[in-house]
């Protein structure tokens, strides 16, 4: 991948994805139920950048980046606790111009498990949804294009999600989408990529916490008690990257679901670990809302169960090794073998 344009997107989140504009996004989103005009704004910057249109074909006007090659952008979206859903929109994007279908204007969350309810469709926990304008959602092998902003939205657990419920008239109207794949895994792999960029934010973090905090006249980071969590985080976090990695290992826009399976199980796990740890490390000030920690803290916590938490996938890959034919060091090196695809 073009060094170019992480550098790029690395000095627009630097300067245009601070702590105070996360907090502004999800300040003004809970005060008037998602119209936030920070998020506007942000995502323009987002738009006039290119940045949204990565994974589209250089004929469609994008860059023509693979999941592999996306992986390095999402990270560094989870490393800023990007509040819109850029991620997202980036892949669904990339499937809707693929099937033909008209690209719409602004974010676009995923819902890849909608509900039947009332003679319409719903959905729980839609992540961005409140600062996103669409939703592209799954239906069983239907894959729908839906407006926000017809459906009726009710709080989520987390400030910028949303619960929605779309009337028939707005499923009839809806823009039919071919599937090429499983939205779910699709979604899955992403968030595993957020979630190693938080993971990553949150270690450095706290490490630098630890080596500045003063006790008993010298820095705590050099009790042994302190270097032996910093350890421990150190060694989830790189695990959760490497698995993450994989998660993404794709020349296309479609993902392995069992290289998915291992990136989110891991990710996931290592979310539960490395949050707890950093908030040991910090004490009382790491829980505080003036404090950065728990822009990342929350994340993770809410991207460890989107799309399915470490204990669907381990189940999904379990699964799959099991119906796998051969043993299971032949499985683990397909899903470790960049080149070849898992049955």
Not at 25 to 45: D, F, N, Y
Not at 57 to 76: H, N
Not at 296 to 309: N, V
């Amino acid at each position: 991948m073009d060094h170019l344009i992480t550098e790029a997107l690395r000095d627009l989140l630097t300067g245009q994805c601070t702590p105070a504009v996360v907090r502004a996004i999800e300040s003004e989103a809970a005060a008037s139920a998602g119209a936030s005009p920070t998020a506007a704004a942000l995502w323009q910057q987002i738009e006039d950048s290119g940045f949204a249109d990565l994974l589209l074909s250089e004929d469609a006007g994008g860059a023509g980046l693979a999941l592999r090659d996306a992986f390095a952008v999402w990270d560094l979206l989870g490393q800023h606790a990007m509040p819109l859903p850029l991620a997202e929109t980036m892949l669904a994007r990339a499937w809707l111009a693929a099937a033909g279908v008209a690209l719409p204007q602004g974010a676009i969350a995923l819902a890849p498990q909608l509900a039947a309810a009332d003679g319409g469709l719903r959905a729980s926990g839609v992540r961005g949804a409140r600062v996103a304008p669409w939703v592209l959602g799954q239906h069983g092998a239907d894959v729908l294009l839906l407006p926000v902003a017809a459906a009726q939205a009710s709080a989520s657990i987390f400030v910028l999600d949303a619960d929605l419920h779309w009337p028939a008239s707005a499923v009839v109207s809806a823009t039919r989408v071919p599937a090429p794949a499983s939205l779910l895994v699709a979604q899955a792999g992403l968030v595993s990529a957020l979630l190693a960029g938080s993971l990553l934010t949150v270690f450095e973090s706290t490490l630098n916490f630890a080596n500045e905090r003063q006790q008993f006249g010298r820095p705590i980071g050099k009790f042994q008690a302190i270097q032996h969590e910093l350890a421990v985080m150190a060694e989830h976090v790189s695990a959760a990257r490497m698995a993450a990695q994989i998660a993404c290992e794709a020349d296309g826009v479609v993902a392995d679901p069992l290289k998915v399976a291992v990136g989110k199980a891991r990710s996931s796990e290592a979310a539960v670990e490395v949050a707890a740890l950093a908030h040991s490390i910090h004490g009382a000030i790491g829980f505080t809302t003036e404090f950065d920690l728990q822009l990342h803290t929350r994340r993770l916590h809410l991207w460890r169960q989107t799309a399915g938490s470490e204990s669907y996938w381990q189940l999904q890959a379990g699964q799959a090794l099991l119906a796998a034919d051969g043993m299971a060091l032949d499985v683990i090196r397909q899903i470790t073998d960049s080149s070849a695809p898992v049955a």
